[in-house]
């Protein structure tokens, strides 16, 4: 895709080189560094659970890829419609799909850089007299990437709907909070509707296969804390990851090509 490239380089100049950027990277790296050091005192230095704490099991991780990823969008997106910038872009010798996939990968690329902050840790450990597993720490920095490429995917399509950046903002806060719950939703939902799902698909048993088939479908957390957060690099999952990122990233290149003609 022509011009990817320059829109890449574009968007993490604006990502690393604005206050805003600077602010929302320490902020993130700031409360997981703590996390780590709390659950590292907790646990009387255990190197294991603490790594595992700050990539994935603890309650941070969450938190930042259910806000930080909107953020960004919101500035690369929303942001860009509403002062002007984003019709320059339409207008330019540069595909929809370069566009999206430009900033897209800059974004990746932002929560990369913070997500490498627990690399740091492990080398400190490494300095400390006791090394981590880096098979299983680079296994998990691995996947940590690719579930932030999926929640900037969304955040992306949901910051393609409008030109205000908060609602932009709001929308892909939503999003991404959605569907991180959806796994549990379903699963309280389907659970009232098990006798109707056994009519249907002939026995509680394969009502039960059913519904679990379904829900590990779209569960983003299960699929990455029982694959590369243990160190395990299984295909499936990079497909699963892939796949949904993908869709994602094609309702919004189909969203701004609506825009498009109406510019």
């Known amino acids: 895709m022509k011009g990817t490239w320059v829109i890449f380089r574009r968007e993490c100049a604006s990502l690393f080189w604005t206050p805003l950027g600077w602010l929302l990277l320490v902020a993130a790296v700031l409360l997981n560094?703590?996390?780590y050091w709390a659950q590292l005192n907790q646990t009387g230095g255990n190197v294991t659970a603490s790594l595992s704490a700050a990539?994935?099991?603890?309650i941070v991780f969450w938190m930042v890829m259910i806000f930080l990823p909107p953020l960004l969008a919101m500035r690369l997106l929303a942001e860009e419609s509403r002062t002007g910038t984003l019709e320059y872009l339409l207008t330019a010798p540069v595909s929809d799909a370069a566009v999206i996939v430009g900033k897209f990968l800059a974004a990746t690329t932002f929560m990369a850089v913070l997500w490498s902050s627990v690399l740091l840790y492990g080398l400190q450990l490494q300095w400390l007299?006791?090394?981590p597993d880096w098979a299983a720490l680079l296994c998990a920095y691995l996947g940590a990437i690719l579930v932030s490429g999926l929640f900037v995917s969304l955040s992306l399509l949901a910051s393609s709907l409008t030109q205000a950046p908060l609602l932009a903002a709001f929308l892909a806060i939503i999003g991404c909070t959605g569907w991180l719950l959806l796994p549990m939703l379903m699963q309280s939902a389907l659970a009232q509707l098990?006798?109707?799902?056994a009519q249907w698909?002939?026995?509680?048993?394969r009502a039960e296969a059913w519904i679990q088939?379904?829900?590990r479908s779209i569960d983003v957390a299960m699929h990455f804390q029982q694959s590369f957060l243990p160190g395990v690099l299984d295909s499936a999952e990079l497909v699963f990851f892939l796949t949904w990122s993908g869709l994602f990233l094609f309702l919004t290149i189909r969203s701004l090509e609506a825009r498009r003609w109406r510019v």
């Open 194 to 197: 098990r006798d109707i799902l």
């Open 201 to 205: 698909v002939g026995g509680w048993d």
């Open 55 to 58: 990539m994935g099991w603890g």
């Open 213 to 215: 088939s379904g829900i």
């Open 129 to 131: 007299g006791s090394p």
């Open 33 to 35: 560094g703590l996390l």
